[in-house]
């Protein structure tokens, strides 16, 4: 998993899985991320990247998908999950590469009703 940044005001950080899709954050997308929770604010900062946001308490709860990882058995759980999904595409992908399957589009075209 990722390391704990260093300094005293990490040492009761928990990892958190988020989804950030706001502006206002330097990063987006699923991240984990080390997180300190105060009263008015809640420190972030992304493993791999090592940027850190302060954001306030507000904004945190206003966050619709997070979940803590906070025994061993969450974080096997996410590594089983991620690995599997890592393996699921890497089939497709050779299937497609061999030719035996087609590559899959993205969204299907949608279609207006005529006014």
Aim: net charge positive; charged share 40%.
């Amino acid at each position: 998993m990722l390391e704990k940044p260093q300094g005293k005001k990490w040492r009761n950080a928990e990892l958190w899985h988020l989804k950030l899709w706001d502006k206002r954050w330097p990063v987006c997308g699923y991240r984990l991320c080390w997180v300190v929770k105060g009263y008015k604010r809640v420190a972030l900062s992304t493993g791999i990247m090592h940027t850190k946001i302060n954001m306030r308490i507000q904004d945190w709860d206003n966050i619709a998908v997070k979940e803590r990882y906070h025994t061993e058995e969450d974080k096997r759980l996410f590594k089983d999950k991620r690995e599997r999904i890592w393996n699921e595409a890497e089939q497709s992908r050779l299937l497609v590469a061999s030719g035996k399957a087609k590559k899959k589009r993205g969204r299907p075209k949608v279609r207006y009703p005529k006014r």
